[in-house]
């Protein structure tokens, strides 16, 4: 999805949590590997770099290098750190001084970016330890060649209106952010065609540093996840396949007009 849709997400998981929403910047750290662009999608987007990239992304926006970090990734921290500070001050955000929950936060904001990108690219979220992909196998079938329409319109602007004013947001139980993460794991084996297997939910936890949950609660979450992508289906499905239509129908009328105006030449 846009940067625009992966920000208002991670704000409305991170309300759900009842943690700061200026951690919503976080869910655009995976965006460090837009340059060089063999790395697009692959070098960042995934759950075994997540802690180091959070870390390393916090510290930067912070003024400040921490132990642990790499120097490709302090780099592309820094030059995309005006963008990441624009959504911010667009938003009316400043990160907590001394939180107990930046990191947790910051994971939950970050893991929803591979999460929602399941709508727009089969993703490798588990990489290295699982090469294979997930993605909304399904829908993509539905709607066929999607991302000229969606992203060059304004149909992702209704499309996110339509999201997030959703009565989902308004519904939901609260979630502490370790339960969110472990859900949207969960989710993503799930949307793989059963090439990811759940085992690789359990060290995708530690690598993030995150006990791992059980129970009613982890239950409820990934129940919200599922509902939520029932909802993101049928508005991809009912915005682009209208958009669809009344593009088809307005070509069909050029050319009608076109024909007519031939032969009455």
Same mark, same amino acid.
């Given at each position: 999805?846009?940067?625009?849709?992966?920000?208002?997400?991670?704000?409305?998981?991170?309300?759900?949590?009842?943690?700061?929403?200026?951690?919503?910047?976080?869910?655009?750290?995976?965006? $460090?590997?837009?340059?060089?662009?063999?790395?697009?999608?692959?070098?960042?987007?995934?759950?075994?770099?997540?802690?180091?990239?959070?870390?390393? =992304?916090? #510290?930067?926006? #912070? #003024?400040?290098?921490?132990?642990?970090?790499?120097?490709?990734?302090?780099?592309?921290?820094? @030059?995309?750190?005006?963008?990441?500070?624009?959504?911010?001050?667009?938003?009316?955000?400043?990160?907590?001084?001394?939180?107990?929950?930046?990191?947790?936060?910051?994971?939950?904001?970050?893991?929803?970016?591979?999460?929602?990108?399941?709508?727009?690219?089969?993703?490798?979220?588990?990489?290295?330890?699982?090469?294979?992909?997930? =993605?909304?196998?399904?829908?993509?079938?539905?709607? =066929?060649?999607?991302?000229?329409?969606?992203?060059?319109?304004?149909?992702?602007?209704?499309?996110?209106?339509?999201?997030?004013?959703?009565?989902?947001?308004?519904?939901?139980?609260?979630?502490?952010?370790?339960?969110? $993460?472990?859900?949207?794991?969960?989710?993503?084996?799930?949307?793989?065609?059963?090439?990811? =297997?759940? @085992?690789?939910?359990?060290?995708?936890?530690?690598?993030?540093?995150?006990?791992?949950?059980? #129970?009613?609660?982890?239950?409820?979450?990934? @129940?919200?996840?599922?509902?939520?992508?029932?909802?993101?289906?049928?508005?991809?499905?009912?915005?682009?396949?209208?958009?669809?239509?009344?593009?088809?129908?307005?070509?069909?009328?050029?050319?009608?007009?076109?024909?007519?105006?031939?032969?009455?030449?």
């Amino acid at each position: 999805m846009d940067s625009q849709t992966h920000i208002e997400f991670a704000d409305r998981l991170l309300a759900i949590a009842q943690r700061s929403r200026a951690y919503a910047v976080a869910s655009l750290f995976p965006q $460090i590997d837009r340059h060089p662009h063999v790395f697009h999608r692959m070098y960042a987007h995934t759950v075994f770099k997540a802690a180091r990239l959070v870390n390393t =992304g916090l #510290g930067t926006l #912070g #003024g400040e290098r921490r132990q642990g970090t790499i120097d490709y990734e302090v780099r592309r921290f820094e @030059e995309e750190k005006v963008r990441f500070r624009a959504y911010m001050k667009a938003n009316s955000w400043t990160l907590p001084v001394a939180d107990p929950d930046a990191f947790q936060s910051a994971l939950l904001a970050f893991v929803s970016h591979l999460y929602l990108d399941t709508f727009n690219q089969p993703t490798q979220p588990f990489a290295p330890l699982s090469i294979y992909c997930a =993605g909304q196998w399904g829908l993509w079938e539905r709607i =066929g060649d999607f991302r000229l329409t969606l992203y060059t319109t304004a149909v992702i602007d209704r499309l996110r209106r339509d999201l997030f004013s959703h009565r989902l947001w308004r519904t939901s139980d609260p979630f502490a952010p370790v339960t969110l $993460i472990q859900a949207m794991l969960y989710r993503l084996c799930r949307l793989s065609l059963e090439r990811i =297997g759940e @085992e690789v939910v359990a060290p995708a936890m530690r690598a993030m540093k995150l006990d791992t949950q059980s #129970g009613t609660q982890l239950a409820r979450a990934c @129940e919200f996840f599922a509902e939520f992508e029932a909802v993101l289906i049928d508005l991809h499905v009912r915005h682009l396949v209208s958009e669809n239509a009344a593009a088809a129908s307005a070509a069909a009328s050029e050319n009608k007009g076109k024909r007519l105006a031939e032969l009455a030449g």
